[in-house]
């Protein structure tokens, strides 16, 4: 804990990931970054993502004009006297700052210049605002277009809350390479830096050789096309051989694994076909593969009736210090009062043991659904913007949840614009488009949940999703714990 007696203000956050939105990377940063009055703002990170633009916009704005503290900051007290705050339009999440620091912070309340290197930092990480300034816009641009590779529809695996139609259909070589020359001809016409390859069905390693052979393409395309490249593999964790695990390291393409409990509860969820439990060998897995330098992400769906499980699931992840998210279950039907309440109950029961044993790993984005606060977003996912989810036969859809409602294929000399240009069915539209949503202080972080789940649910995509009152009353929770961490976890004080 930092020594709380410094006269000195102290100001702690963390580097945003502004395309991080798609929670199956691991690209979180490990460090938080510590700004104290006297030093150059610094940004410590291990993440491997490639740089995107910078997540405030400018480190030390002019000191020109007055400035002004907004009035809307989430503000909430911290041990020590700290003070977390977090401006919902901001270009920051959530900021951690010592009492010196929140007096300076306070004195905006009565607009004036930035006088000092601690306020043009505020200024910076959007808790000053220009005096004159009205409104703040939100500015949502993906640089990565994002192709689901749906290789096989075969699955070894029958789980409860599966929406793909198993069979034996899977992709061949010429629909793939076809798939990637797609994505890539799309990313080039609309200007995006990256392509990002999830391999995926079904069980993709049940097409093993064709994943190969479509990395190897992919890598020499997107070279060619001056595009960085990212790859996951999801798989349901229960056949990755050694070679594999080997594989997947020395090519550099991240797995992700599926893990809904521990023992009985994740068999009840995800199963064979005769109905043993795949738990033992999904755990299995994941040793193997931290014991051969990978660090798998684990996707964990949370339903009203695995929540319960949820504490000893997180204290599993957190032992092996994995990446993972927490996604609540995608189904067909409303989700009820009591769906609501065993959810929020299994969600702060993992808050708690998270809280015990706090990770230097920043978890903030991964811990409630579809929401990301490493930057300020408008879309809660890249659907009908910057998504290609392309089948066996080369069909395009905008999700995979309607993989039957293709919208074109790889043939087409522009696949992205005709997802884009899709009208009917769910529309993926900006936040402050949804009624329920547009004064919600969590809407740009939030950005109103799974938009298919939405209109499945209510016939309407300009509404909050259906968890919204799960969200709302876990992100306070949600945002103390992240600065709990920034506490925790900043360098001592020289
Ligand atoms: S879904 Fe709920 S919590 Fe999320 S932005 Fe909309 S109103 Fe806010
Ligand atoms: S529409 Fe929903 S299920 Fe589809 S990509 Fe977006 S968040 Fe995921």
Redesign the pocket.
């Known amino acids: 804990m930092r020594d709380m007696q410094r006269d000195l203000p102290q100001i702690l956050w963390d580097p945003l990931l502004e395309e991080g939105v798609e929670q199956d990377c691991a690209c979180s940063t490990d460090r938080p970054v510590i700004w104290e009055a006297g030093t150059e703002a610094s940004r410590e990170t291990d993440c491997a993502c490639p740089e995107t633009s910078a997540p405030v916009s400018s480190p030390f704005p002019s000191a020109a004009g007055l400035w002004r503290r907004p009035s809307d900051l989430y503000r909430a007290p911290l041990p020590d006297a700290h003070e977390l705050t977090f401006n919902p339009a901001g270009p920051a999440g959530v900021v951690v700052l010592n009492e010196p620091a929140t007096y300076l912070l306070d004195s905006f309340a009565t607009p004036h210049p930035l006088t000092s290197p601690t306020s043009r930092q505020l200024a910076s990480l959007g808790l000053l605002t220009p005096a004159c300034a009205t409104e703040s816009g939100v500015r949502d641009t993906p640089h990565t277009l994002t192709a689901w590779l749906h290789v096989t529809n075969r699955c070894n695996l029958h789980c409860a809350y599966c929406y793909v139609r198993q069979s034996d259909e899977g992709m061949d070589e010429r629909t793939g390479r076809a798939a990637v020359e797609a994505t890539v001809r799309s990313a080039v016409r609309h200007g995006f830096r990256a392509v990002k390859f999830k391999y995926a069905g079904g069980e993709p390693t049940l097409n093993w050789a064709l994943v190969q052979s479509l990395h190897r393409h992919a890598a020499e395309r997107t070279a060619r096309a001056g595009l960085e490249l990212h790859e996951v593999l999801l798989s349901n964790g229960t056949l990755l051989t050694t070679e594999m695990l080997d594989w997947l390291r020395d090519a550099g393409v991240r797995l992700m694994v599926s893990l809904d409990g521990i023992g009985a509860a994740h068999d009840a969820q995800r199963h064979f076909a005769d109905g043993r439990g795949s738990f033992a060998l999904v755990a299995r897995t994941i040793e193997r593969a931290v014991a051969r330098g990978l660090s798998p992400y684990v996707s964990v769906t949370v339903t009203p009736d695995s929540a319960a499980a949820l504490p000893e699931t997180v204290a599993f992840i957190l032992e092996h210090d994995l990446p993972f998210n927490l996604n609540f279950v995608r189904g067909e039907g409303d989700v009820t009062p009591a769906d609501k309440a065993r959810l929020i109950e299994g969600v702060q029961a993992a808050f708690a043991v998270i809280g015990q044993a706090l990770p230097r790993r920043r978890l903030l984005d991964g811990l409630l659904d579809r929401?990301f606060f490493g930057a300020a977003h408008t879309h809660p996912c890249g659907a009908g913007r910057s998504y290609l989810v392309i089948g066996p036969q080369g069909r395009i859809a905008r999700c995979q949840m309607e993989m039957e409602r293709a919208v074109t294929d790889v043939w087409a000399d522009d696949p992205l614009l005709a997802v884009r240009q899709r009208q009917d069915g769910f529309q993926n539209v900006p936040?402050e488009s949804?009624e329920?949503?547009?004064?919600?202080?969590?809407?740009?972080?939030?950005?109103?949940?799974c938009p298919l789940l939405?209109y499945r649910t209510t016939g309407r995509s300009d509404t909050?999703?259906p968890?919204?009152?799960v969200?709302?009353a876990l992100?306070p929770a949600l945002l103390r714990l992240e600065g709990l961490r920034l506490l925790k976890w900043s360098p001592p004080v020289a």
């Open positions: 929401s936040v949804k329920s949503c547009r004064d919600c202080p969590w809407r740009y972080w939030c950005a109103g949940g939405a909050a999703s968890y919204c009152e969200y709302r992100y």
